[in-house]
């Protein structure tokens, strides 16, 4: 299971999609996010 302390992420952002039922969460999860990004979304 995941921890709290495991979840790395910065100015969350979440899309709800009210025909889908679901909701999107995207956000900035890079170590460094100043750097090079790796463009990893997360849902």
């Known amino acids: 299971m995941l921890r709290r ?3 790395q ?3 969350p952002f979440v ?4 025909k889908q039922k ?3 969460l995207f956000g900035s999860t ?3 996010i ?9 849902r």
Request: glycine share 12%; charged share 30%.
């Open 22 to 24: 679901r909701y999107y």
């Open 9 to 11: 992420i910065r100015d």
């Open 5 to 7: 302390e495991d979840i």
């Open 34 to 42: 100043w750097g090079k990004g790796t463009g990893t979304v997360s």
């Open 30 to 32: 890079d170590r460094n």
């Open 15 to 18: 899309l709800p999609v009210p």
